[in-house]
């Protein structure tokens, strides 16, 4: 129906390492301006799915179309197309360890050829600006850098080049709730801000509260719900439900003590 | 499972890991080739193999020297043939003990933290990073690798050799009562360029698989700490066993002309 309006949309999606399937059959849409979080346990696959869209990793089966254009089987060329349409927040921020936090941060602008040397780190001290890091931090390395500094940095390199579509992996995993919620309002103000798509996965409750419209469920390699945030307290659906108010008891219990 | 399939799953194995090592190390060529390229990465590496591995290279190789002229003194001198001890030193250095020592202290020093820094690139997702960023891992981490370990191999072993000579020489003149030029004359008598030439070919071959070997191992590191030690490890027992499998080959070819 509305998969013209879509920015991203995975069909039949399968993907797996050796003869392992890891996601099975995703069905997905993000549609232009919104902010879709994908929840899920570890270990279901949720960052897997993050790394197909973006063609680095490569799907067994399916289709992954970022603004119409194919990812699963493409060349490397169309996948540098969607890729520099894409800002990516990692993990563990995934910071250059040999480089200086401010080449981090234009690292994929001078890759690209969008910014010349001599205007480099002028252009790095304002997106460092943007996430609320003084120039201070610019010429320090990521190993000195706090947890919640690193997150920053991250953010800061992914916003950097003013990508179309954002994603974030886990941002506010371990962070404190009050450092969580610094880079929870710093992601409300990109996405909304710059009306901007953003695709993040959380366990966090309080940050998909906070910068989700609408909320997916990953489990055993599905989607098994989605709906806007609102709904996702009365979902209905006994695993959300376990999910998201956290409890040891409910359906998943016997599936998570058997994948140990 | 019998002794028999075990031992054909394993060369199995063997065959199809060592495809994809070679694989691996002429597609990083291939693209390396094609630019865009980063003289800094190779600057970098250039310094981490070359100039970092001289202290240990260089002891190595005196030590090396200098027990030569002593063990063949003591055979040698049996017969009367003493004279026989620079030759024997030099044409062992270059040809052989050079390369080879050089090669397997390298690759403890540089294959072990070549797949440690790549492992934990893998495994602290800065490879996926590197990809999203619009740059290939390829080009921008092994291919430097490679041409660095390629360059530096064959410049550490030719100061091994000449720091092995020394170490004969100090041995032969302090020790064992050798004039000094004519040690060095007696040195010079039977070495042959080819003799130099073909042990810093041995060296070329064993940087690149050194490099080769840190690389490949790093780059599928998986599964966190415990992955990038074991990615180290590997590294380093695949690439002192492939120096010295290819110094019996290299050899067999060498010697075959
Ligand atoms: N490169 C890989 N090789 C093999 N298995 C992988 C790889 N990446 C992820 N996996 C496996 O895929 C599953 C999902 O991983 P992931 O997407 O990281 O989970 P999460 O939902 O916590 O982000 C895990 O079982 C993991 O071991
Ligand atoms: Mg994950």
């Known amino acids: ?260 | 499972m019998n002794g028999l399939a075990r031992i054909g799953r394993l060369t199995l194995d063997l065959a199809q890991e060592s495809g994809a090592v070679l694989l691996f190390g002429l597609e990083a060529l291939a693209r390396g080739l094609r630019g865009p390229y980063y003289p800094r990465q190779i600057l970098r590496q250039l310094l981490e193999i070359g100039y970092f591995s001289l202290p240990v290279v260089g002891l190595t190789a005196l030590f090396t020297g200098m027990v030569l002229a002593l063990q063949s003194y003591v055979g040698f001198s049996r017969f009367e043939a003493q004279e026989a001890i620079p030759s024997i030193v030099v044409l062992s250095m270059t040809r052989e003990l050079g390369p080879v020592l050089a090669g397997l202290m390298v690759a403890g020093r540089v294959g072990a933290a070549m797949a440690a820094e790549l492992g934990t690139m893998r495994v602290t997702e800065q490879i996926d990073a590197l990809e999203t960023l619009a740059t290939d891992p390829l080009r921008y981490l092994v291919f430097p690798r490679l041409v660095a370990a390629m360059l530096c191999l064959p410049l550490l072993v030719l100061v091994a050799d000449v720091i092995g000579v020394l170490g004969g020489y100090l041995v032969a003149v302090y020790k064992l009562g050798f004039g000094g030029v004519e040690y060095l004359n007696r040195t010079l008598d039977f070495l042959e360029a080819g003799d130099v030439v073909s042990g810093l070919v041995k060296a070329l071959v064993f940087g690149f698989l050194i490099a080769l070997m840190g690389c490949y191992q790093g780059y599928h590191c998986l599964g966190g700490a415990e992955g990038v030690g074991a990615a180290a490890t590997r590294a380093v027992v695949g690439a002192s066993i492939l120096v010295l499998t290819m110094d019996y080959v290299l050899t067999e070819l060498f010697f075959a002309r």
Do not use: C
């Open chain 1, 1 to 260: 129906m509305s998969e013209a309006l879509a920015r991203i949309a995975v069909r039949g999606l399968w993907v797996g390492f050796g003869s392992k399937p890891v996601l099975r059959g995703i069905d997905l849409v993000l549609h232009e301006g919104e902010s879709l979080v994908v929840i899920g346990a570890s270990g279901a696959g949720k960052s897997v799915l993050l790394k197909t869209i973006l063609g680095l990793i490569e799907a067994w089966e399916g289709s992954v179309r970022v603004d119409g254009i194919e990812v699963v089987g493409a060349s490397s060329a169309a996948r540098e197309q969607v890729r520099e349409k894409i800002g990516m927040l990692f993990q563990g921020a995934a910071l250059f360890d040999s480089l200086p936090v401010w080449e981090n941060v234009v690292f994929g602008l001078l890759a690209r050829g969008r910014l010349a040397r001599g205007e480099a780190r002028e252009a790095a001290l304002a997106a460092l600006a943007e996430v609320g890091l003084g120039g201070e931090v610019a010429d320090r390395y990521p190993a000195e850098l706090s947890g919640g500094m690193r997150k920053r940095v991250g953010l800061a390199r992914a916003i950097a080049a003013d990508p179309e579509i954002l994603f974030f992996d886990e941002p506010t995993s371990g962070l404190d709730p009050i450092r969580a919620d610094a880079i929870n309002q710093l992601i409300r103000r990109t996405v909304r801000g710059r009306g901007r798509t953003a695709l993040s996965i959380s366990h966090d409750m309080a940050s998909v509260r906070k910068i989700a419209d609408r909320v997916a469920m990953l489990y055993e390699g599905r989607i098994i719900w989605e709906g806007p945030v609102e709904r996702m307290e009365h979902s209905g659906n006994p695993y959300v439900d376990q999910f998201v108010h956290g409890r040891a008891e409910g359906p998943m219990t016997a599936s998570v003590a058997g994948a140990g």
